[in-house]
């Protein structure tokens, strides 16, 4: 099932000879060399092999990499389609510079030396003056690990932003709140019992490298639940479906819990050796001695409420398949593998404690770093070390971390546009990195009406393979390499095992093959097309700018080791990288080459070591002799932060760990053991952190009634809920759009609604509707379906693109459309669909389609869990037939309303400063984690 079994074999990649489909039944041989990289169109990174044509010098082919270990050879369609993205017509080849007012459309061509000059100089003179703060990075999907952080971080500016509060906030904080690892790792391949909050099968996340492991358990007899309201094709698969009311999963998760405990059903000695049930039992039920014993009926009290009949009438599932369901889970001790990432998790207030009470189960059934079970994924990633880099970074930059939201994971980026409003800061230099905020955040006008306002943002660099509504609003447009024109170093969890992916400028590297000289000197943009460069020389070249002469300290972070007074190469970079790789130096001698030409050759690297129970490992008691053992057991080093209640002043001595606060042991039945990422070094049934900082109530599993809960909705009249978060398995946000093959295949938008809801709302079959959220409304066509929980409707995320400049030729996947304002008021409406015409690419002429979606997102309003940050992306709407007026795609927002609605999530909030006067704990993770004085609030 593993292996393929018609690959080319490795040792002949450099020449694969083939025969032309198309030319049959004459032989017509091709030779093409095939050189590997990696997938840039999700956060799975897959391998990919590209097949380069030995007469044209062009890719004809993307096909899997085999010898990638997440992925092993397979794709989701958006793989290969990468060469799309690579002869997309529309495609921006060159540096563009704004002429006209942002928003109009008008651009010069310029080279990259007067674009790096410029932004270069812009940074070089904010951070001369101490505006440090004023120069943002905004990373959307990063799809590499650490390299940005560390330019920012040699740059000495606190100013990494990302999407992470549109997407996976919730689940970060449910899960580090458990094991301070912020994501779990499933061992699908060898699990029992599969639990997704998700539609794994379909999209979720690192979705092609899952689904092939979820599909192999299966088929050893694995069963697989599924909780959505929407029948996904992962739904249809799954051995239980259980269409929980929306924000009613950790009610349904605690049922479970509740049986597990009661049916005797829970992994005793787990819980007593893994968790922190001591501070459990003194903090929620200090009239019980402190002892084992009293676990089990101090959890069948707290969760008494939670019967499979209550369960049943809150959560609309019924109570004898939560019984059964908890029967399987109950039989199958340590084999239980489960995963929510956004789903549940992303959609609600309160949504973070999704993954704290489905983690909750894993607990229970001690099904953690087990084989079959799940784990956190520090253990499951290898982050391959960056050439040394500057110390931490001394600024804290309030505009992406407010101290109303101390707790958040991470940046809260969503608010950037209100908080500039407010005159909280400005942006000199805001370079937005493949991101899109203006289509894919919620509140959209309001992204466009600040980054419209050079006195809020004086200079919009927009760092972009494609155009997109965002770049639109820029000063800069940069064009950047898909995922076969740049290099990026990635591992994810994807599985129990450990690996990197390299993804690299394939023509660089076929040319590098063929003999050409490819030295320190190249650049990427050379070989790629047009003048499309990568991001990582563009970042060296930038700092250079930045400080030209080096007096700043900033270049001789970005300086040749080897060739002094000249930038660092990108062969240098990685080279110093791969050969402190553990293994890898070594496998990739025995191969006769050195660990860069081995990855160059191969794309990808799996580490050798044992995956499992690694908190269990045994510490050498004499690694332990400068540390001090507390009461807990946790063994800590003078300078590391624990459970910080010290002052402002004693924080100069700190060290801060990447992850967790660095103690290196907890004593577990008098044996020295690694534990965990976490203050107790143990999993925290009672998180002291939460309660520390301002949130006690929500300090174990609980339920949180979510800001679109059922019993709070007029469903008699003309209220739903609609769940705006789904993925189509075919497309991924902005990237995709750029296209052609992924738009014909997945191009219609509809409305799932259930028959019920259409016949009582007056919707007709495939009629237009009026969704009406809290600032504005927007108009879709409706699509009766079963597959949805009646009181919920459901659109993706994916649809809607539009463009405005009427001179640009046709689309694959945008609309053409017209912005008016009026006050605060704004209006898109469609002017054009995707319709044949003529362009560079013949194919443009077959365009069968016309539709291109709705942009719903435009009319959400932002909604930040008072604690993790994460957007709650569910909506309470009125649901109506459209008015006379209305036509497809019409979209009408107010951003005062929005401005309203801001204040309001924002008074939810229970601000810092925490315990001992901080910002926000030490121990949580940042992307860039700044010096420890500057927590000091
Ligand atoms: S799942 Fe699909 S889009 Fe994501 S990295 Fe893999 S091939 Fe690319």
């Given at each position: 099932m593993t292996d393929l079994q018609s690959y080319p074999p490795h040792e002949t990649w450099h020449d694969v000879t083939s025969l032309d489909a198309k030319a049959w039944p004459r032989r017509e041989e091709h030779h093409h060399t095939l050189v590997p990289t990696t997938c840039f169109n999700c956060e799975a990174a897959c391998g990919l092999v590209c097949h380069v044509n030995h007469d044209t010098g062009r890719i004809d082919r993307v096909e899997g990499n085999p010898l990638h270990p997440a992925s092993r050879g397979r794709n989701c369609a958006k793989g290969p389609a990468t060469l799309n993205q690579i002869d997309d017509h529309e495609r921006i080849l060159y540096p563009l510079r704004r002429v006209g007012e942002r928003g109009a459309g008008q651009w010069e061509r310029v080279s990259w030396g007067e674009a790096l000059d410029d932004i270069g100089g812009r940074i070089r003179t904010a951070i001369a003056e101490d505006r440090h703060n004023e120069v943002m990075y905004h990373v959307g999907r990063p799809g590499e690990d650490g390299y940005a952080e560390r330019v920012l971080q040699c740059w000495g500016v606190d100013g990494h932003n990302s999407h992470t509060n549109i997407c996976s906030s919730n689940a970060r904080i449910g899960y580090q709140s458990w094991m301070g690892h912020d994501r779990p790792s499933s061992?699908?391949?060898?699990?029992?019992v599969i639990f997704l909050i998700s539609s794994h099968l379909e999209s979720g996340h690192y979705f092609n490298p899952h689904a092939q492991r979820i599909i192999e358990a299966q088929g050893k007899g694995a069963t697989i639940i599924c909780v959505d309201p929407r029948l996904s094709n992962t739904g249809a698969k799954a051995d239980h479906w259980l269409p929980a009311w929306p924000g009613t999963e950790p009610f349904l998760l605690l049922a479970i819990a509740r049986l597990l405990v009661l049916n005797g059903t829970w992994e005793r000695d787990f819980v007593r050796r893994w968790t922190n049930w001591e501070v459990y039992l003194q903090q929620r039920h200090p009239h019980r001695p402190t002892e084992f014993d009293s676990v089990g009926p101090a959890l069948a009290d707290d969760y008494a409420a939670y019967t499979p009949e209550e369960a049943e009438r809150v959560c609309g599932v019924g109570a004898d398949q939560i019984t059964e369901i908890a029967g399987i889970i109950g039989a199958h001790p340590t084999k239980f593998a489960s995963h929510n990432w956004r789903a549940a998790g992303a959609g609600n207030l309160g949504g973070w404690q999704t993954a704290r009470c489905l983690f909750f189960l894993n607990v229970l059934t001690g099904s953690v770093g087990t084989v079959g079970g799940t784990t956190g994924n520090g253990w499951n990633k290898y982050k391959a070390p960056h050439p040394q880099g500057a110390p931490p970074v001394e600024q804290w930059n309030e505009l992406s971390w407010?101290?109303?939201?101390?707790?958040?994971?991470?940046?809260?980026?969503?608010?950037l546009p209100h908080f500039l409003a407010e005159g909280r800061g400005r942006l000199e230099v805001y370079f937005s990195r493949v991101y899109n905020p203006v289509w894919t955040n919620p509140d959209g006008f309001s992204w466009l009406e600040a980054l419209s306002d050079p006195d809020k943002v004086a200079c919009h660099v927009a760092l972009t393979p494609t155009w997109s509504e965002t770049a639109l609003f820029a000063d800069y447009v940069l064009p950047m390499g898909v995922g076969a024109e740049r290099h990026d170093v990635a591992s994810f969890e994807t599985h129990a095992g450990r690996w990197i992916g390299f993804r690299q400028p394939v023509l660089r590297r076929y040319a590098e093959i063929r003999g050409d000289a490819v030295g320190h000197e190249s650049r990427t943009h050379e070989f790629n097309p047009g003048e499309v460069w990568e991001e990582n020389e563009f970042w060296i070249e930038l700092s250079w700018r930045i400080d030209p002469d080096g007096s700043m300290g900033i270049r001789r972070w970005f300086e040749s080791p080897g060739r002094p007074g000249t930038p660092m190469s990108v062969d240098e970079y990685y080279g110093t990288m791969f050969a402190a790789v553990p293994g890898l130096a070594d496998d990739a001698a025995a191969a006769g080459q050195t660990p860069l030409e081995f990855m160059r050759d191969r794309g990808a690297y799996a580490l050798d070591g044992d995956m499992y129970l690694p908190y269990e490992r045994q510490v050498d008691p004499s690694e332990l002799d400068d540390c001090d053992i507390d009461r807990s057991g946790v063994f800590r080093r003078s300078g590391t932060p624990g459970r910080w209640t010290g002052s402002a002043e004693d924080l100069a001595g700190l060290h801060l760990a990447g992850l967790g606060d660095g103690s290196p042991a907890v004593q577990v039945d008098n044996t020295p053991r690694e534990g965990f990422p976490t203050p107790s070094r143990k999993l925290e049934l009672y998180s002291e952190t939460l309660a520390d900082w301002g949130w006690p109530e929500y300090a174990t599993p609980t339920w949180i009634p979510s800001h679109v809960h059922w019993e709070n909705l007029d469903l008699a009249g003309d209220e739903r809920i609609l769940l705006p978060t789904f993925r189509i398995p075919t497309l991924i946000h902005t990237r995709s759009a750029n296209s052609k093959w992924l738009s014909e295949l997945s191009h219609r938008h509809p409305l799932w609604i259930h028959p019920s809801d259409a016949e009582a709302l007056g919707i007709d079959v495939g009629g237009l509707v009026r969704i009406t959220t809290r600032i504005g409304h927007f108009v879709i066509g409706a699509w009766r379906t079963e597959g949805i929980r009646p009181g919920v409707v459901a659109a993706s995320h994916h649809m809607g693109r539009w463009r405005l400049d009427p001179a640009a030729g046709g689309s694959w996947a945008g609309g053409d459309a017209d912005i008016s304002n009026d006050g605060t008021v704004w209006r898109l409406s469609r002017r054009g669909r995707p319709q044949p015409h003529a362009s560079a690419d013949d194919d443009t002429e077959r365009i069968w389609w016309s539709d291109s979606g709705v942009h719903q997102n435009l009319t959400f309003c932002v909604q930040p869990d008072p604690i993790s940050g994460m957007q709650c992306w569910h909506q309470r709407v009125r649901v109506a037939p459209a008015e006379a007026g209305d036509n497809y795609g019409d979209v009408v927002v107010d951003t005062a309303a929005a401005r309203e609605a801001y204040r309001e999530w924002l008074a939810m909030t229970r601000p810092a400063p925490g315990p001992g006067g901080l910002r926000r704990p030490l121990w949580y993770a940042r992307p860039l984690k700044p010096t420890p004085a500057a927590y000091a609030l």
């Open positions: 061992d699908f391949a060898n699990a029992e407010p101290r109303e939201y101390p707790l958040a994971y991470h940046e809260m980026s969503i608010l």
